[in-house]
C-alpha cells in the first residue's frame, strides 16, 4: 500500500464499510474489500501508535544557526 | 474702591446663583483629561475623587448608574479621558466636574490604531476566508511559538499530552510582550516555515491588557501569519480578547488550551472510531458469508442427483402402469357384462325354442329359402319343413294368396 495519510487510509475505510454493508457486492469482491478494510486499520493504528513521543525546543542563534532540543 | 451704597449689594446665594448660572451655561459638556487622586467611594455606591494634572485639581464625581459601564477600575494616579458637566453644588460653593463616561487614557488612542489596522488589512484581504487555509485532521508535529516559560505553554503541552498521548511538539520560545516580541515572533514563523516539518502552528499567549497584547495586533505579526505556508491556530488571551493576529489566523481558538484542542486530535476518539468501524467491517463480511452459505444449502438441497431423477421416472412409471391395468379390467368387465347379455338375447331369439312350441319354418329346394309368401312357391315344388324334431319334405299341392292364413 503507498504511503497516503492517515486521514485518506480513515477515508477510504469508512467508504469500505459502507460498501460491505449496504451493497450486492459479490463474494469474490467482498473478500478483497474486507481484506483491504482490515490493511487499512492497521495501517491507521500503526500511524496512531508510531508517532514518537517528544517536546522539543526550537530556537535560532543570533548568528542564524538553529538548534533543536528537547524541551 | 467703589461705594456700596451707589452699587448693587448680592446676598450669598444669589450670587452663587448667578455664579452657577454662568458655569453651567458656559460649560454645559466638557471632555477632560487628568490624573484621578483622593478617591473615595462610599457605601452610595458614587465614586468621588480630585481630578489634577502637574498645576491644578478640580474635583470630580461619577454617579453610581455611569460608574456602572465602566470596563475598568477606578484608581488613584490612573489617567484618565471623560465627558463631564461642570457643576456647582450651592450648600458648599464649591464647583465639580460630573462624568458621564470616562476610559483610561491612552486605551481610546490604543483602540483606534486597532480599528484602523484592522480596517487596513481587511481592506487588503487579508482576513478573507479564501485564504483561510484547512487545518490538518492528523498533524504529525505542532509547533507551538509562545512564551517558553508561561502558563500558556504548559496548558498546551498538557492538552496536548492529554488528547494524543504520543504527539509531536515543537516548542519556539519568543518573547511575547516587549519592544522585541513582534520580531521574534515574526522570524519564529519564517523559521517553522524555513524547515517544512510542522504541519500546523499554534501561535499563543495568555491573557494580558491591550498594551500586554500589542505584538498581536501589531501589522507585521499579522502579514507574517498570513504569508505562513503552514496554518496557524491562534490561541490570544482570554475568550473575550480579539487580536488583529487572531483575524488573520487560519483558525483562532479563544485561549491557549482551546488552541491545542482544536490542533491535536484526541487519540481515543480516533482508535474508537477505527475500532468500530473493524468491528462494522467483520460483521458485515460474516453477514455476507452467511447469507452465500444459506444461498449454497438452499441451491444444494434443490440440486437433485440423477438417481434420484430415476427413482421419480420409476415412480411414475410404476404409478401409469397401474392405472392403464386398473383402465385395462374396467373395459373388459364392461365388455364381458355385453356378451353375457347379448348371449341371454340370442338365446331367447333361438328359431329351436320357436320350434319347440309347435312353430315350423318351410323352405324352398333345393335353394333352401325361407318361405313368407305363399307367391314364392308353385304347384308341384319340392318344399322342405322343419319341425322341432325332424323335417318332412313335401310338394306343393295348392297356394293360397293372401293374407287369410288360418
Known amino acids: 500500500m503507498a504511503k497516503i495519510t492517515f486521514e485518506k487510509a480513515l477515508k477510504q475505510l469508512e467508504e469500505i464499510v459502507r460498501e460491505m454493508e449496504s451493497g450486492d457486492l459479490p463474494l469474490e469482491q467482498a473478500l478483497k474489500k474486507y481484506e483491504t478494510g482490515i490493511e487499512k486499520v492497521k495501517y491507521c493504528m500503526e500511524i496512531l501508535d508510531s508517532t514518537e513521543k517528544k517536546i522539543t525546543r526550537l530556537t535560532r542563534d543570533i548568528d542564524g544557526s538553529v538548534s533543536e532540543a528537547p524541551f | 474702591m467703589p461705594d456700596h451704597r451707589t452699587t448693587q449689594i448680592y446676598s450669598v446665594s444669589r450670587l452663587t446663583r448667578k455664579i452657577k448660572t454662568l458655569l453651567e451655561d458656559r460649560f454645559p459638556f466638557v471632555w477632560i483629561s487628568g490624573e ?52 456647582l453644588y450651592e450648600p458648599r460653593g464649591n464647583y465639580q466636574l460630573i462624568f458621564e463616561h470616562m476610559e483610561p487614557e491612552g486605551a481610546g488612542s490604543l483602540q483606534k490604531a486597532f480599528e484602523q489596522l484592522k480596517k487596513k488589512l481587511g481592506d487588503e484581504g487579508l482576513f478573507d476566508a479564501a485564504h483561510k487555509q484547512p487545518i490538518p485532521f492528523f498533524p504529525c508535529k505542532i509547533s507551538v511559538i509562545t512564551s517558553g516559560t508561561g502558563a500558556a505553554v504548559r496548558d498546551i503541552i498538557n492538552i496536548a499530552e492529554r488528547r494524543f498521548p504520543n504527539c509531536r511538539l515543537e516548542i519556539v520560545p519568543v518573547s ?52 505562513s505556508h503552514i496554518p496557524i491556530i491562534t490561541g490570544i488571551g482570554h475568550e473575550t480578547d480579539f487580536t488583529i493576529a487572531d483575524f488573520a489566523a487560519d483558525v483562532r481558538a479563544p485561549t491557549p488550551s482551546a488552541a491545542a484542542e482544536l490542533a491535536v486530535p484526541e487519540k481515543k476518539q480516533l ?15 460474516i453477514q ?31 404409478s401409469h402402469c397401474l392405472r392403464m391395468q386398473h383402465a385395462m379390467h374396467h373395459c373388459m368387465a364392461i365388455k364381458e357384462n355385453r356378451v353375457t347379455k347379448a348371449a341371454a338375447t340370442l338365446a331367447a331369439l333361438n328359431p329351436a325354442s320357436v320350434l319347440t312350441r309347435g312353430y315350423s319354418v318351410t323352405r324352398t329346394l333345393p335353394d333352401k329359402k325361407i318361405i313368407f309368401d305363399a307367391k314364392m312357391v308353385a304347384y308341384q315344388d319340392q318344399i322342405e319343413t322343419i319341425l322341432s324334431q325332424g323335417r318332412i319334405l313335401t310338394r306343393v299341392e295348392k297356394t293360397i294368396h293372401g293374407k287369410d292364413h288360418i
Open chain 2, 176 to 227: 511575547v510582550q516587549g519592544d522585541t516580541a513582534q520580531e521574534e515572533i515574526v522570524c519564529a514563523i519564517e523559521l517553522v516555515n524555513e524547515r517544512r516539518q510542522a504541519d500546523v502552528i499554534i501561535l499563543a499567549r495568555g491573557g494580558g491588557s491591550i498594551e500586554d497584547l500589542a505584538a498581536f495586533n501589531s501589522e507585521k505579526v499579522a502579514r507574517s501569519i498570513f504569508a
Open chain 2, 36 to 87: 484621578i487622586s483622593n478617591c473615595a467611594a462610599p457605601a452610595s455606591g458614587h465614586f468621588y475623587f480630585s481630578l489634577k494634572d502637574d498645576q491644578a485639581v478640580i474635583s470630580g464625581v461619577m454617579f453610581k448608574n455611569q460608574k456602572r459601564n465602566l470596563k475598568f477600575t477606578l484608581e488613584n494616579g490612573l489617567k484618565i479621558m471623560g465627558l463631564a458637566r461642570l457643576s
Open chain 2, 271 to 285: 482508535v474508537r472510531q477505527i475500532t468500530d468501524m473493524q468491528v462494522s467491517l467483520s460483521a458485515a463480511m
Open chain 2, 288 to 318: 455476507k458469508l452467511t447469507y452465500f452459505h444459506q444461498k449454497l444449502d438452499d441451491l444444494h438441497s434443490r440440486l437433485k442427483s440423477p438417481v434420484q431423477i430415476m427413482a421419480n421416472f420409476k415412480q411414475t412409471l410404476a
